[in-house]
T-cell receptor
Framework: KAGVTQTPRYLIKTRGQQVTLSCSPI?????VSWYQQTPGQGLQFLFE???????NKGNFPGRFSGRQFSNSRSEMNVSTLELGDSALYLC????????????????FGEGSRLTVL | KNQVEQSPQSLIILEGKNCTLQ??????????LRWYKQDTGRGPVSLTI?????NTKSNGRYTATLDADTKQSSLHITASQLSDSASYIC????????????FGSGTRLSIRP
């Protein structure tokens, strides 16, 4: 059973540019959630998509957006990049998602490491 | 404010020894608590998931406990191995929080031969 695949694994951008990251979930999983991990802030929840609809959203500015396709693959986009956006971006897939009370396991990908110069 | 605090921040122990990592949370209303292991440069891997009614859950040499009254959890690692060197992250989910899932800052565990 294939795991969660994130692409690209590494990328370098300059301030003001925009970036799109991709996440392919485990087959059959309809929930994809995104996270930002930095040394200073740790892991923070960005947003979750379930069956092509954004179901939950963390406290990030509107420059961070995402979408999910009918095959459950998801993309996240960051526009007008800032130095502080340098981070490891992780996605996770699950059957049930993050709705209250769900205890389904989250399966994380290996992440996309973004460096903003 | 929903928070998850872990201690210690880092820990070094000798191979074969046991250790216990702590997690205190103020998340309310509580849904579930998860422990993850994250190797350097890799994505987190789930160790245990516990709900309000569960006090203890084991996964091999890893045993997690939960006291929902005091809002504390611990992760006990028995007979540590070099491969246990990693960051251990406590994650708490809330029913009604807008962000739904709150991460602790993790404990960096190093096992020395």
């Amino acid at each position: 059973k294939a795991g969660v695949t994130q692409t690209p694994r590494y990328l370098i951008k300059t301030r003001g540019q925009q970036v799109t990251l991709s996440c392919s979930p485990i087959s059959g999983h309809r929930s994809v959630s995104w996270y930002q991990q930095t040394p200073g802030q740790g892991l923070q929840f960005l947003f979750e998509y379930f069956s092509e609809t954004q179901r939950n959203k963390g406290n990030f500015p509107g420059r961070f957006s995402g979408r999910q396709f009918s095959n459950s693959r998801s993309e996240m986009n960051v526009s007008t990049l800032e130095l502080g956006d340098s981070a490891l971006y992780l996605c996770a897939s699950s059957l049930e998602g993050l709705a209250g009370g769900n205890t389904g396991e989250l399966f994380f990908g290996e992440g996309s490491r973004l460096t903003v110069l | 404010k929903n928070q998850v605090e872990q201690s210690p921040q880092s820990l070094i122990i000798l191979e074969g020894k046991n250790c216990t990592l702590q997690c205190n949370y103020t998340v309310s209303p509580f849904s579930n608590l998860r422990w993850y292991k994250q190797d350097t440069g890799r994505g987190p891997v789930s160790l245990t998931i516990m709900t309000f009614s569960e006090n203890t859950k084991s996964n091999g040499r890893y045993t997690a406990t939960l006291d929902a009254d005091t809002k504390q959890s611990s992760l006990h690692i028995t007979a540590s191995q070099l491969s246990d060197s990693a960051s251990y992250i406590c994650v708490v989910s809330s029913y009604f929080s807008a962000s739904k899932i709150i991460f602790g800052s993790g404990t960096r565990l190093s096992i020395r031969p």
